[in-house]
């Protein structure tokens, strides 16, 4: 008897707990159809997840159909809507307005940052801090002047030895580039340069790069919906031992750095924040402490490493591809600058199809498809949409880079898209891979520095060409904090300055799959 009654009383708690399933389900999918009757238009979101798993899946193939709904779209990430800014005028409506300035607070960032930083920290005192000292120091140590020109330019002499090392063998050129960008972060964050075979920065770089896969993955996304399991184990608890081996790797530069500091003449971003640390001791209102410096400068060196690299290597992608245009362009410099001289900022005027083509292969690599996430701080309107407080804002620049109202040629490597009917560099309006408004990249100035005279510097001396042996790329990449190439490896070849490369190198069929 005792058994039967235990086996109806389980019988009814299964059957409660499945009728309380289906009441959640339902009340959820009230809620979704409620919130939607006030946001634009978008795929209709599964209960909990959103588009969730879609975006995991194939997170190109959902960023390209948003702009289907129109100027304005919305997509749920969990039970989150996120509102999409699919058109040039819509988004340089919004961007430019305080109102849109916010940065959501993610429980990964959280965790790992404790709230500290300059990119993804919320809108407010300490952001405002933080971004001012850090724009006013880059510039007082060299950016967008002459110095930082000449610290790209040697690090392009480094670069352009380390890839010629490997001359006619198949080689891997991550490593290559990626030390090569970093290298300029580090100049004139910490002071110093490191060569490309120093093991312990290596290792830092290949750190970087799982971060960058892992937080940006389902691994990140996942913790963003349900951040109580950083109290268990999983991928994510290797997300958080990266992100404390960099901040390690910090903390021993803060301390030598200290050992070593001269209050009269800082050399780096590292001198500078200890000095003002010190000055605005007495100041009630100073977000300048250490933990903030450490993640302020963990900030400069994740945006200025990952994103200028990645972009040149989708670039050697694309030139190798076209290999018309990148004899074109191998053409344009020797013409201009011979091969003894490298490329200077001054020369854009001069070499207006390399200048275009260093545009274009930004425009192609689009590496940031959905931008960097923005947060309305009050609520405000948008093209007739109330929209609240907290809501998260994205905007779909692969929709606004292949918009053919504003390209000559949007479906395609051309950088004819950049040039004017005669043959001038001209920007389009709807180029805007460093956002606008308030949030608009700390760092454009130095990445549009590098990417110039990294790209021109290697097109003067260097001829790229698949392996003989090439394997088909997936153009839509791997998609992390930012979209990825996937792995690939090329051929180096000197420029001959009497005897350009063979014809069949030149002109070999290039690799891709959609």
């Known amino acids: 008897m005792w058994a039967t009654l235990m086996k109806l009383d389980l019988a009814s708690a299964g059957l409660a707990l499945f009728l309380g399933l289906i009441v959640l389900v339902l009340f959820e999918i009230f809620r979704i159809n409620s919130s939607r009757g006030r946001t634009p238009p978008g795929p209709r979101p599964l209960p909990f997840v959103g588009s969730l798993p879609h975006l995991i899946k194939n997170p190109m193939e959902l960023v390209r159909s948003m702009s289907q709904y129109g100027e304005l779209s919305t997509l749920y990430i969990g039970r989150q809507p996120m509102i999409t800014l699919n058109t040039i005028q819509v988004t340089k409506e919004a961007l430019v307005q305080e109102a849109f300035s916010g940065r959501p607070a993610m429980p990964l960032i959280e965790w790992l940052s404790n709230g500290y930083g300059i990119i993804m920290v919320t809108f407010g005192h300490s ?15 060299g950016l967008g002047k002459k110095s930082v020109e ?28 990626q030390n090569a960008v970093s290298n300029i972060i580090c100049s004139i964050v910490f002071g110093d340069r490191f ?26 996304q996942f913790f963003n919906l349900a951040p109580f399991i950083k109290h268990f184990p999983g991928p994510h608890q290797k997300v958080k031992q990266n992100a404390d081996e960099l901040v390690g790797f910090i903390r021993n530069e803060v301390r ?71 004899e074109r362009c191998h053409e344009e410099i020797v013409r201009v600058l011979g091969y003894d001289r490298l490329p200077r900022m001054d020369d854009r005027d001069k070499l207006p199809y390399t200048y275009a083509t260093v545009h274009e292969i930004q425009r192609c690599a689009n590496i940031v498809p959905l931008g960097v996430v923005h ?52 920007k389009p309006e709807c180029f805007l891979p460093f956002s606008l408004g308030p949030r608009v990249c700390l760092g454009e100035t130095l990445a549009r520095t590098e990417l110039f005279l990294f790209i021109t510097s290697l097109l003067q001396q260097i001829h790229f060409s698949w ?25 180096c070849r000197s420029r001959d300055t009497k005897e ?13 799959s959609s």
């Open 127 to 141: 952001w405002r801090q933080q971004r001012r000292f850090a724009l006013h120091t880059l510039r007082n140590f």
């Open 256 to 326: 030598e750095h200290k050992e070593t500091l001269d209050p009269d003449s800082p050399r780096d971003f590292i001198d500078a924040y200890l000095l003002e640390i010190e000055k605005q001791k007495s100041n009630e209102d100073s977000t300048f402490h250490e933990d903030n410096m450490i993640m302020s400068a963990a900030d400069l060196f994740l945006a200025g490493t990952d994103t200028t690299s990645t972009t040149i290597r989708w670039g050697l992608i694309y030139l190798i591809q076209n290999p018309d245009v990148q």
């Open 500 to 512: 350009g490369p063979a014809e069949s190198q030149i002109y070999q069929t290039p690799i891709v």
């Open 150 to 177: 000449d610290r790209v330019l040697e690090e392009s002499r480094y670069l352009i030895s380390e890839m010629l090392k490997a001359e006619g063998k198949s080689m891997n050129p991550q490593h290559a580039l």
């Open 375 to 426: 947060e309305t701080i009050r609520p405000t309107k948008l093209r007739g949409y109330d929209i609240p407080q907290g809501t998260m804002i994205l905007t779909n620049l692969s929709a606004i880079f292949s918009n053919k109202e504003h390209w000559k040629h949007p479906d395609s490597f051309n950088p004819e898209n950049f040039l004017d009917e005669n043959g001038r560099f001209s």
């Open 467 to 491: 392996p003989s042996d090439p394997q088909p790329l997936d153009m839509d990449g791997v998609m992390g904090i930012v979209r990825i190439p996937q792995p690939f490896d090329i051929i």
């Open 195 to 220: 060569d490309y075979d120093d093991k312990r920065f290596s290792c830092l770089l290949e750190i970087l790069n799982e971060n960058f896969r892992l937080a940006g993955g389902a691994e990140g």
